[in-house]
């Protein structure tokens, strides 16, 4: 199954995250379908940037996102 996932980068205690498309079975850091877009949780507010295109396609084709992608989405509209 597809899913639409956070993509942890960055160093210790700075975390920036890459909204991604992933198989559920590859590892959280592993290989990825497309990066749709990146959360970054340090700034005073949060960034949230996403392709709101790319998004809606891949979940008209079938593609779940986790729980906490899905609150970020609901953040951005």
Known sequence: MVKIRLQ????KKAPFYH???ADSR???DG???EQI???DPMTEPST????????????K???KPTP???DLMEKVK
């Not at 949230?48 to 979940?59: G, H, P, R, S, T």
């Open 8 to 11: 942890r980068q960055g160093k």
């Open 19 to 21: 909204i991604v498309v």
């Open 26 to 28: 590859s590892p959280r």
């Open 31 to 33: 290989k990825i379908i």
């Open 37 to 39: 877009g990146t959360y």
């Open 48 to 59: 949230i940037v996403v392709d709101k295109e790319k998004l809606a396609q891949w979940i």
């Open 61 to 63: 084709n079938g593609a």
């Open 68 to 70: 906490t992608v899905k």
